[in-house]
């Protein structure tokens, strides 16, 4: 377990680099390399790997949506470590394909770091801060729902990932960035409903 949690992407994406060197990582495995106390960097998990092309392993978006559900539950409830079904942590995801997908987003993820820092502060203070947790929350919800329609669960994925960036970071422009992904979600459920 790390000792203290990562305060930047690159940071986390070090910490899921550490276990990535194994034929099968396991999400017990992730858990224990980011830290049980790391419920923000945690949430972003997740996130990022449904984001990347891992999400069109089928069932990936069913796990990362029950996992971001639970997660922003708790930090609604201000839980202080993380909890997750045994069943979700013995969960695994291929050693190789996670590496793969760590090293091709290295590139965005030191732009991102490069370029975030504290804006719209406004936007973290209470009541204002549960906006982002509470739309993480009902993405993961709907994640394991929209496996069913191609593309939409990744898209939720990305606004999940901005929110979480936004808490991470304390940047606000993260959290007005997550809106456009939610809105692309609205329209491409909306043409297959239509």
């Known amino acids: 377990m790390t000792s203290q949690q990562p ?3 690159g940071e986390l994406a070090d910490s899921i680099s550490s276990v990535s060197d194994r034929d099968k990582v396991s999400v017990d495995e992730i858990v224990d390399a980011v830290g049980h106390r790391s419920l923000v960097p945690l949430l972003l998990v997740p996130a990022l790997l449904c984001a990347t092309p891992l999400s069109g392993i089928p069932g990936v978006s069913m796990v990362a949506g029950v996992a971001i559900a ?3 539950f708790q930090l609604l409830m201000s839980v202080e470590q993380v909890w997750l079904p ?3 942590l013995r969960q695994t995801v291929d050693g190789k394909s996670l590496d793969k997908a760590l090293r091709s987003a290295r590139p ?3 732009w991102i770091d490069r370029h975030s820092h504290n804006r719209l502060s406004v936007l973290f203070h209470r009541p204002l801060i549960y906006l ?3 739309l993480s ?3 993961g919800m709907m994640m394991p729902f929209l496996e069913f329609i191609p593309f939409s669960s ?3 994925a990305i606004g999940v990932s901005f929110l979480a960036l936004s808490l991470l970071t304390r940047d606000g422009l993260f959290f007005l960035l997550a809106l456009l992904p939610y809105a692309g979600l609205g329209w491409l459920i909306g043409g297959r409903l239509l």
């Open 154 to 156: 990744s898209v939720a």
């Open 137 to 139: 929350l009902l993405s």
């Open 7 to 9: 305060r930047t992407l």
């Open 108 to 110: 965005v993820i030191s």
């Open 132 to 134: 982002p947790v509470m």
């Open 70 to 72: 639970i997660i922003s």
């Open 86 to 88: 045994r069943r979700l």
